[in-house]
């Protein structure tokens, strides 16, 4: 793209200021709309060195209400950072609904430095690619809008900028080491920004070449195109997204009701394979540590099934310092106002660590589906979403292992009013899992479909017969020991 681009050309001093006001005034009209439809909006600015990315986001912000947006500077990734999977800091940087971030460089700056330090190879780069179209696709998919500017600057007027920079000692600070190693390499560079940006040029997120030769000039080309991308958001949000085939690896599941649900475990055997196991497990949580694995187990089931025994059974035999459980309930008001997924990427173990989900991002397909917390095409689209999701915690090297803890109705009940008549266990029966209760076979259909369309090769789903606690628990310590093992190994 930076090959064939030519810059518009840039307009009599005259048009440019009455232009640059008209736009202006617009963006911050704009900024109500956008508070108003909800409509988040993030703005990726990237481009050379000493191009003018700060003071190009310092000009935009400058009109509109600052209690509205946001600004990040994408330094390096610290060594916590570089301890969760490449899109975990970007993905934790999305905005709320109705507001505004803007990146100053993002996570093509960090591609670009990898690659063209040589750091990457050509596989992990294709893989950072797929990552990246995935990542800003699914943003406009969920109704954000993402624009994306390059600045521009040519090979003499980055040496220009770095040479005036340099003479002076109050801003040779602002001249990196990678600045100047981009402009003793700028052909180099040229051709890599090329690449990548034509592998990310999408309709859906497209990229704008910015001519920074000049700073109005620069404004000029950020607001118009900024408000024109604004516009047109504003009058489709509400057009639904085509959905796309699944192109993942699927694993045959039995249906709910071809399950046996008559396995048991004698209580002496129990005792004594609960102690074997969780020893195993115990001296095997050393070895991700000490091999920087990551591990994610991920609890789905029915109301009263037996997760939160089952979870407490895997912990007892783990390190407090190396893992922790996100009890997942209804996202809170700034959850909610995000992508869905993005609670759970900021909940992202680190390597070495394991990060166990009582109820997870399966939400969007059971309960928002059925309880109409989410549109027919966001929960029908989920299912591709929620495969890449756990795609991209594969490649990261991460292990997943998913449980769905079954359990037949008539048990349920049993276990509801067990809890409803014991005091202390009255804290565990409320209201909605009464409800529930009555859609039971609405929720078995969505479970299987669930199932059936996200059981993946790199993340199966394994089903725990509970109607024995006892059983399930053995059976999910042996297939946590079993799938850490093949990875230890």
Known sequence: MLKEWKGA??????????????????????????????????????????????????????????????VASMEEPTPEERRKPFLCRHFAKIPEAGKFMFL???????VMKERLRGDMSDEVYARRIESVRRFERQ????????????????????????????????????????????????????????????????????????DAKSKKWTQLQLLETLTQGIEIALNNSSMAVPLLQNVFPLTKQPLLSEIALDKTIDGDEYKKELKSLQHRLGELHNRLYRKKVPVVIAYEGWDAAGKGGNIKRITGALDPRGYEVHPIASPEPHEKARHYLWRFWTRLPKTGHIAIFDRTWYGRVMVERLEGFCSENDW????????????ELSDWGAVIIKFWVQIDKDTQLVRFNERASTPEKQWKITDEDWRNREKWDLYEQAVNEMIQKTSTAYAPWYVLESVDKKYARIKALKIVIRELERVLD
């Open 9 to 70: 050309d840039k307009p009599e001093e005259e048009e440019l200021a009455a232009r640059l006001s008209a736009a202006r005034e617009k963006f911050a009209r704009q900024q109500m709309q956008v508070k108003e439809k909800k409509l988040p909006v993030l703005v990726l600015v990237e481009g050379w060195g000493t191009s003018g990315k700060g003071s190009a986001i310092g000009e935009l912000i400058k009109n509109i209400d600052p209690r509205f947006f946001r």
């Open 139 to 210: 943003l406009t998919d969920n109704g954000y809008l993402v624009m994306k500017f390059f600045l521009q600057i040519s090979h003499r007027e980055q040496t220009k900028r770095i040479d005036s920079l340099l003479s002076g000692k109050d801003t040779r600070w602002r001249v990196s080491q990678n600045d100047q190693w981009q402009n003793r390499h700028y052909d180099k560079c040229k051709d890599t920004f090329d690449g990548y940006l034509k592998h990310t040029n999408m309709p859906s997120a497209p990229w704008y070449i910015i």
């Open 104 to 110: 100053d460089s993002g996570w093509m700056d960090e």
């Open 380 to 391: 029908m689209r989920a299912y591709n979403e929620i495969n890449e999701f756990e795609k």
